[in-house]
């Protein structure tokens, strides 16, 4: 079955998917492709180049500013942004969902509240949001992923309230409603998992979206804090030496942009899958 879905893949998905994979295998084991730690500094050894510019073999990808090994940093740095990416994407997807779905059982002043709230949710710039809430609270590693988290969930209350209430009218709710059941029952056991695929589609074409947030976020310096690093925290580190260091900025920000658009290929050919209706559109 496996191996039918592979083949059916057109050769973009494909590389994006193989991409995916090399990138959470970095991620997960690419401190065994070196001896140095991402802390480890040493101002002798500043600013040298990759290996294949010349560069100590030593250092794979060379080093930054404080002598500190760029390729265990962007070990590091693509873990953290791996962790809040996933982490991040599905607390919205959660949130929102239940949301939605309680939006659609119940109705009503329930149902009002939920979609102000999302319609307030929105129309804020999750910038200004991300200045506001980091200037009155302590920027904590913690804080920052719930407010990556609770960013985009406006979307999958959106979708699975729609859904939800399409549903509703299907002729197998309405038969298990004369049957007696309770609507919670109906709506988690019945309801929701005919709609899940809905928000799974979603949350594939969130997740680049979370990572380019939290790389924007890191970059101007209201993301992820020393000792920790993320991939974004390295591009920012590395924007001033462009012209003189330019493995910095480039490599952690190649990596993100691959990460993205893989992450996008991937989602819109699932979308392909799961959405009967583009199937059809596309033969």
Known sequence: MAGRIFSDMPWAVRIALVYVLLFALFALFGELLTEHTYREASLL?????????????????????????????????????LVIAIVGTFIGAIVGSLLGLLAAAR????????????????????????????????????????????????????????????AREHGYVLAIRALGASPMRIYMRHILPNIINIALVQLTINLPLTVLLETALSFLGLGVQPPLTSLGQIM??????????????????????????????????????????????RR
């Open 107 to 166: 109705r009503g002043t329930t149902e009002t509240v939920i979609m102000a709230a999302v319609d307030v949710q929105a129309s804020l710039p999750i910038i200004i949001v991300a200045l506001f809430v980091l200037a009155v609270f302590d920027n904590s590693f913690a804080l920052f992923l719930l407010l990556i988290g609770l960013t985009g969930w406006e979307v999958y209350a959106r979708l699975i309230r729609g859904a939800a209430l399409s």
């Open 236 to 281: 920012s580190e590395g924007r001033d030496r462009l012209l003189t260091a330019w493995w910095l900025t480039m490599l952690p920000g190649a990596i993100i942009f691959l990460l993205a658009l893989s992450i996008s290929l991937i989602g819109d050919w699932l979308r392909d899958r799961l959405d009967p209706t583009l199937r059809g559109m």
């Open 45 to 81: 050894k500043r600013l040298k180049p990759p290996v294949f510019m010349g560069g100590e073999e030593g250092f794979l990808l060379g080093t930054d500013e404080k002598g500190r090994d760029l390729l265990a940093r962007l070990v590091v740095g693509s873990r953290i942004t």
